[in-house]
């Protein structure tokens, strides 16, 4: 049985840190609860783990720590320098060359 999840197309992922057997990610995208209300200061953010499995969180920066509120009502803290800049997005960023 194959299980998919739709994640949110428009969240730009402005950061990614492998962690245990997953790969956290960080995203601009607004956090909203499961009532769809959307908490403030909160963003969006997830993880995949090696068989494809997604967990969905939210997070707040203070500081340089993120602090991520997990299912089940775990918790953890990260510096910010654990997570770098996905690949794609730099791809994405390069400006297109101008010929003449």
Excluded: H
Aim: net charge negative; with cysteine; charged share 15%.
């Amino acid at each position: 049985m194959l299980i998919g999840i739709v994640l949110p197309l428009q969240a730009a992922i402005i950061g990614q840190m492998p962690s245990f057997s997953e790969v956290l990610y960080i995203t601009a995208e607004p956090c909203t609860s499961e009532s769809g209300r959307v908490e403030p200061n909160w963003y969006f953010s997830y993880s995949v783990n090696a068989v494809g499995t997604v967990t969905r969180s939210c997070y707040v920066r203070y500081n340089d720590q993120i602090w991520i509120k997990g299912p089940y009502g775990s918790e953890s803290t990260f510096p910010m320098s654990y997570f770098t800049k996905p690949a794609e997005a730099g791809k994405a960023d390069a400006s297109p060359e101008v010929k003449q």
